[in-house]
């Protein structure tokens, strides 16, 4: 009888604390375990600025982030709150099923499993990858770069995790799961990249709040922002004198200790810069961090490292400041273009009869093309490198039969076409000027600027990143010439490109371009395709290998 009554008040006492439970944040102190570096149950002593994320009561969420600030905690959190107390369906998306959901599934979910009994019990099928079930609710994990993936479920419960990396044109998909279901829940987390593309665009939207808290010194808000708050000591990352380096207050000048974060950041606010707005948004960086490689000195380090190379500037601003961030001469400015404008006029046919000519030409709703005419340097071993380009006409049409009519009435040596998204109507065009007709494909896997070709296909294969160095450079080396009445448009379309660094699967920073979300890049794009044309028209009887000459 003893141990009945001992049941039957865990029971109830179960029962109750569950009643009692209305908030993410009392879920996660109440189930979630956790495994090193913090084993044990979920405490926010050493991310205090988690617990008001948790609690947000806002439809709509942003996280602009510095790395590792446990945003992906929080979030899985929510999504496990929802599913045990409310019985909510969710979606939780990563930038693509392979590798990034298999890794969320051993490195976030299945610990979480294993290190929470209570998990674990609700949790009844956790063995497919994409789909974890918890009785009738459903824990659906994606890649955004699957349409049919995410267009399958309705969801009361969106999270998108590291939204940046993601494909971006995907993403409206995800967000009209939520529209067959009475609540509408979205949470977007990322570290971000450059400005007005991914996060922070949403950001921007946002309440951009920040987290602030009292100091021990004066004892008045403040919040942490570099390098006003930080004493930067040292000349340089060599420099051992850069480990005296100290948070402190910009008011008092108080040293703030990194081992004391625990206690004088505990009792620290969200505080909007934006009122009236629908959504949330929560921005930190990591020298909010308590850990080892957020101290002071580690921080300055990375800081000093950003000074010498534009990868280790922009992994600085992104990852440890959280802040969006375009390296100087990472994207065209109008400067650049203002300088290499001509004194001619955008031409309506060739003149030229001993001239290369060739054209570029990018797919979409339009057909946006350029048409370039080219002098070469005799006996030169870099066709691309040391030629000049004179851009005889850019502009856009809607129908292939009208780029007929530019082919002929310029004269057209080659003409490299965007594969995608029109391959039919491409193809044919290029079977009508078989030989000066190449259709373009950017191609992972191929090194420097190599041009792949495909004779049976009509195709050649490039590394978008190197051709766009090049197609780009000539306007800070000044060797390309615009018409006096380029349109805009070409000019916004050629600034909207940024190269941004990015880490491999080996951990290796490479770049690669990106816009921002309300940027058009197809004149760009066409001015890279007239570029990758001209090794093909000075190179008849390309092999199925050819290389340019770097």
């Avoid at 570096?37 to 994320?53: A, D, E, Q, S």
Wanted: charge should be neutral.
């Amino acid at each position: 009888m003893h141990a009945l009554a001992a049941l039957l008040s865990e029971r109830l006492s179960s029962g109750l604390r569950r009643k009692s439970i209305v908030l993410p944040s009392q879920w996660a102190e109440t189930y979630r375990e956790m495994g090193p570096p913090y084993p044990g149950r979920w405490t926010f002593n050493r991310h205090p600025w988690l617990r008001g994320m948790h609690d947000s009561q806002a439809d709509f969420n942003v996280g602009q982030k510095a790395a590792q600030m446990g945003f992906t905690e929080t979030v899985l959190n929510i999504v496990f709150y929802h599913i045990d107390i409310h019985g909510v369906d969710c979606l939780y998306v990563l930038p693509a099923k392979t590798p990034d959901a298999s890794d969320f599934s051993a490195a976030r979910f299945d610990p979480a499993i294993e290190s929470s009994p209570h998990l674990g019990n609700i949790f009844t099928d956790v063995k497919n990858v994409g789909h974890k079930r918890a009785g009738q609710a459903n824990l659906y994990i994606r890649g955004s770069k699957s349409r049919a993936g995410l267009k399958s479920v309705p969801v009361g419960v969106l999270i998108l995790d590291e939204k940046d990396e993601m494909k971006q044109e995907n993403i409206p998909l995800a967000r009209e799961r939520l529209s067959g279901y009475s609540m509408a829940l979205t949470w977007e987390i990322s570290t971000p990249t450059v400005n007005d593309m991914g996060i922070n665009v949403t950001f921007r939207a946002s309440t951009q709040e920040a987290f602030f808290f009292r100091c021990p010194g004066c004892g008045k808000l403040i919040n942490l922002e570099f390098p006003r708050n930080m004493q930067i000591c040292g000349d340089g990352p060599e420099d051992i004198a850069i480990t005296r380096s100290y948070l402190k207050c910009h008011l008092c000048e108080k040293k703030l200790e990194h081992q004391e974060k625990i206690n004088f950041l505990s009792t620290g606010q969200w505080v909007p810069a934006k009122l009236q707005r629908a959504a949330r948004g929560f921005g930190i960086s990591q020298m909010y961090s308590s850990s080892k490689k957020a101290e002071p000195g580690s921080f300055i380090h990375a800081y000093f490292l950003a000074q010498t190379n534009p990868a280790d500037e922009q992994e600085f601003y992104n990852s440890k400041l959280g802040l969006p961030h375009i390296v100087e001469g990472a994207k065209l400015s109008d400067a650049d273009i203002q300088r290499v404008l001509g004194g001619y006029l955008k031409m309506e046919y060739c003149t030229s009869t001993n001239k290369c000519i060739t054209m570029g030409v990018d797919v979409g709703t339009w057909l946006h093309y350029e048409i370039d005419e080219w002098d070469l340097t005799p006996g030169s071993p870099s066709v691309n490198t040391h030629a000049r380009c004179r851009v005889l006409r850019e502009g856009k049409v809607r129908d292939f039969e009208e780029l007929d009519e530019l082919m002929d009435a310029f004269k057209v040596n080659h003409c490299v076409i965007d594969a995608q998204p029109e391959r039919r109507k491409a193809l044919e065009f290029a079977q009508r000027w078989y030989g000066r007709v190449s259709l373009c494909q950017y191609t992972r896997g191929i090194s420097g600027k190599q041009i792949h070709v495909n004779e049976d296909e009509l195709t050649v294969s490039v590394d978008r990143t190197s051709w766009l160095d090049l197609a780009l450079s000539r306007f800070r080396s000044e060797l390309i010439a615009l018409p006096k009445d380029t349109s805009n448009e070409y000019k916004e379309h050629l600034k909207s490109l940024v190269r941004i660094y990015e880490k491999d699967t080996d951990g290796n920073l490479v770049g690669k371009y990106v816009k921002g979300d309300n940027n058009h890049d197809h004149f760009a794009h066409s001015r890279n395709y007239a570029e990758i044309a001209l090794p093909l028209a000075v190179s008849v009887g390309a092999t199925h290998s050819m290389e340019s000459p770097a």
